[in-house]
């Protein structure tokens, strides 16, 4: 984390700007030790509450007969693998296609959510109806929500997952308190968002 009144920080490098410019603007110079603040209480003692609900990033390939099946989570393998130095706790709310979520499934969501003594709460979720629960959650005060999942099955090496979680992962953390979806590299707003089914993402709208 670099200084508050640097570029940087006030998220310059989201519009590409180059990194060492928004630390010179900052007054920084090279070859000079800087002085980073120290992480607050809250950032130490972090913890991330992970709620599954199944989709894509947990779905199992049966060969023999091309089909594809919700199986475990991946979090905590994909979490393990990483060595990451937070607390979390993982709770399954469901284990679904995103397609096959209904008005009930999305109330037990909500309920979990307003239930966790947690402010960062990431949610995995299928792409399909990804932006339909995120806007059902959208009115809840005081925490940050977070939604990610996969375009392919965590369990296959060339899978998008472990980016997608890495990245919301550090949005939890960092953003203000509000629905996010972060998909494809970038945190979007979770009304102003829509997955482009032919190009296989997510953009904002």
Known sequence: MVGGNSRAARGGLANGDDWWGGLAEAGYSAGVAVSLPLPSRAMTELK???I???GTIDKIYFDATSTYEVGASQVVPVLT???VSFDYIVEQACQKDSLELCDDDRADIRRRVLAAPERCILIIHGTD???ETAKYLADIPDKVIVFTGAMAPA???ASDAPFNFGCAVAAVQLA???VYIAMNGRVFPGASVRK???KGR???I
């Open 155 to 157: 369990r296959f090496r």
């Open 52 to 54: 599954t609900t199944g």
């Open 202 to 204: 997510f953009e904002p």
């Open 81 to 83: 693998e990483a060595n």
């Open 176 to 178: 203000a308190p509000g």
């Open 129 to 131: 109806t990804m932006t």
């Open 48 to 50: 991330i509450r992970i």
């Open 196 to 198: 482009n089914r032919e």
